[in-house]
């Protein structure tokens, strides 16, 4: 299998990789930190990435930063002497896989390159495998909360229910307000602590053992309330609204002002005929937190 290397350096250490004709190596070549991280965003994937202490464009420790929000790739450095330890700072910050002379031989280098790759193939096994448990688990490994499986499967059991024996049942929406830019700005780190915060919220709000609460999608948790008209549910809804407002979220000794809106919607036994099926309870649901989420921070009842 032919084990792709992006080469993020200078002409003249470039010129080494982009004259390799290694069967078990492709080299990709970039002068600039730039170019290097469009490659690595782009479509092809790369098993190792190394890089120089020095780069034209960008200081090394924004590169690995960057680097290592786009891709897992295996990376190493090529230092200097003179830039051992701040080359070894760098590796326990950034979790570089190994650091290498700029002058090493072709063995040694051979040697880390498969190294390293075989690291990142671990790294992918690792990914897939937690991929397919999570697929079949019913809860999110991150919050503890159901998946989308098992919401679509319950939720039809708990409707028909409600349906069948004329009982209220009420859906909560609820999504957090710039989670993209959290993460973006603070790290996936900060995101992480964001989404257990909302979910220990919820879990404070809803009763045990008759609601719950399933994360839809990577910013989104919709709670599910038996036996509760639409009203009540809107109330449990300006409670956790509160709390997570009150989430004492930080990035080192930054605060970070986190806020969630939430669309309500529900089934009500004196209109039987709306509401009577998932796809239309969240789908008004929906676009009850859509208008919340114009001005955020906010709670909306559809009935």
Not at 145 to 157: D, G, I
Not at 158 to 167: A, G, M, P, T
Request: glycine share 6%; aromatic share 6%; net charge neutral.
């Amino acid at each position: 299998m032919i084990k792709r290397v992006l080469v993020a350096a200078g002409p003249s250490v470039l010129s080494r990789f982009c004259a390799e004709n290694s069967t078990d190596f492709e080299f990709t070549c970039a002068e600039t930190a730039a170019d290097a991280l469009a490659a690595l965003d782009g479509s092809r994937q790369h098993s190792v990435l190394i890089s120089t202490m020095a780069l034209p464009d960008m200081e090394i420790s924004e590169f690995l930063e960057q680097a290592a929000r786009l891709s897992r790739t295996s990376r190493i450095l090529l230092v200097d002497r003179e830039e051992n330890d701040a080359a070894m700072e760098l590796a326990n910050r950034y979790g570089i896989f190994r650091l290498l002379p700029v002058t090493c031989d072709d063995g040694m280098l051979a040697t880390a390159l498969n190294d390293a790759a075989r690291q990142f193939c671990l790294v992918v096994r690792e990914r897939q495998m937690r991929e397919k448990i999570k697929k079949l688990s019913p809860t999110d490994a991150l919050t503890g909360c159901y998946t989308p499986r098992y919401l679509r499967e319950r939720l039809t059991t708990e409707l028909q229910r409600s349906v069948r024996y004329s009982h209220y049942l009420s859906v909560i929406f609820g999504d957090i307000d710039r989670l993209k830019a959290i993460n973006d700005t603070h790290g996936h780190r900060v995101g992480d602590q964001v989404l257990t915060g909302f979910s220990l919220a919820a879990m404070q709000v809803i009763r045990e053992g008759v609601d719950w609460i399933t994360r839809w999608d990577e910013d989104a948790f919709i709670i599910v309330l038996p036996e509760t008209p639409i009203r009540g549910a809107g109330i449990v809804a300006e409670r956790l609204r509160g709390l997570v407002a009150d989430l004492d979220i930080r990035d080192r000794d930054t605060r970070i002002q986190v806020t969630a809106s939430f669309g309500v919607s529900g089934f009500a036994p004196e209109i039987p005929e709306r509401n009577c099926r998932v796809r239309d309870l969240l789908t008004i649901a929906g676009r009850c937190l859509a208008q919340a989420k114009a001005g955020g921070n906010r709670v909306l009842c559809c009935p």
